[in-house]
């Protein structure tokens, strides 16, 4: 193991971006957009003769923001202290604006520096951020709007009876809410494929009126769904408390978060049962784990959403932790993108068993190429 004396820590040389967009497999959609592919935007972070990879889902836009507004913020740094280059970033993109495109390229940085740490200390992430939960569940992600019944079916029953997931989520509130009956078949038709074993969530992406959210509760309900996801958009606070009062299931949200004060007037709010948050958006590893102390202060548990293998690894520090999010379209990626992707097989995953060091990736550049965004 690398042991350096203080004075002479590694530093930052260097730090670059790339943005590759990756077909999806069929159309996919949601209560509120509808997509054909997903763009991944790959940091570096160089020290010497080591490397480390982070990563944000986003617009191809954020390769400029890290190059233009936050690599001169960072070189030069300690490589010991992602944390205090993650506040250099935040203040140098004051007037640029923080949420966002620009949340994001933050956030892929410092993962960037988190996985460079760990690489310079040649120990796995999960390791240098410390266990507490070591078998991190998973839950399966997908079930879009834009999928025929047996398609549908399909995946709910790869994930369920296939890998031995528990807990599996589809979309629901197609065409802003409009599809109301639509929802509920589709609802029930969730449940008869996964049995009554496995839990059953749901996802409105923002889709319903606070009045359609309460009133698809009783559906909810005879499906025996656990979790309903931004019923209403995120912003509506007070939304998301009066229906949190009115139903069963656990009310979830925070996806967009971008800062400890986003997550903080959320809990303040009582609008959530289980605290979201995404390290892509959130200020990376240093955002994300502030956002679950914040929770596990309220009494609440924490979730992450969507890049697995990003989240995967500091999941394991949280003891406040519910799951992780293996959601359908960032996990086709990162499997055929990057060496060292993680097995959901029984429903968790084991971050750092492998020993390879950092976030235990490695970016295949042949099978990216294809996908490379030209500037």
């Not at 266990?131 to 029953?157: K, M, N, W």
């Not at 031995?164 to 197609?174: H, L, S, T, Y």
């Not at 500091?314 to 060496?339: K, S, Y």
């Amino acid at each position: 193991m690398n042991t350096l004396p203080a004075d002479s820590a590694p530093l930052v040389d260097a730090v670059d971006a790339v943005a590759y967009t990756v077909p999806t497999d069929t159309p996919e959609a949601d209560g509120t957009l509808a997509w054909d592919s997903t763009t991944l935007v790959v940091v570096r972070v160089r020290s010497g003769a080591s490397t480390g990879l982070g990563y944000t889902y986003g617009a191809p836009a954020a390769v400029r923001v890290v190059e233009d507004l936050l690599a001169g913020s960072v070189t030069g740094l300690r490589a010991w202290d992602p944390p205090g280059a993650n506040e250099a970033m935040r203040r140098a993109v004051r007037n640029a604006g923080l949420p966002g495109l620009v949340a994001g390229a933050v956030s892929a940085v410092d993962i960037a520096l988190w996985d460079l740490k760990a690489r310079l200390l040649e120990l796995p992430l999960a390791d240098l951020l410390g266990v507490s939960t070591p078998h991190v569940p998973v839950y399966g992600s997908g079930g879009f709007t834009t999928y025929a019944a047996e398609q549908q079916d399909r995946q709910l029953r790869d994930w369920v009876d296939g890998l031995g997931i528990p807990r599996v989520k589809i979309k629901v509130g197609e065409s802003w809410g409009r599809c109301e009956r639509h929802d509920r078949e589709r609802v029930t038709a969730a449940r008869t494929s996964i049995g009554e074993a496995a839990e059953l969530y749901v996802d409105a992406n923002g889709a319903y009126t606070r009045k359609q959210a309460i009133r698809l509760a009783p559906c909810l309900d005879d499906e025996g769904v656990t979790w309903f996801e931004e019923p209403v958009s995120s912003d509506d606070l007070t939304g998301l408390a009066l229906i949190r009062a009115a139903v069963s299931p656990d009310i979830a949200a925070g996806e967009y978060g971008c800062t400890p004060a986003y997550f903080h007037a959320m809990i303040a709010s009582d609008a959530v049962d289980c605290l979201q948050a995404d390290a892509t958006r959130c200020g990376g590893i240093t955002g994300w784990l502030r956002a679950a102390a914040l929770a596990e202060a309220a009494g609440l548990q924490i979730s992450a959403h969507c890049a697995p293998h990003v989240h995967g690894p500091v999941a394991t520090a949280a003891p406040n932790l519910r799951h992780v999010e293996w959601f359908h379209d960032h996990v086709r990626i990162e499997q055929q993108l990057f060496d060292g992707a993680l097995s959901p097989e029984g429903g968790t995953i084991r971050p750092g068993r492998s020993g390879r060091p950092g976030l235990g990736l490695e970016l295949r550049e042949e099978a990216a190429e294809r996908y490379r965004v030209r500037r």
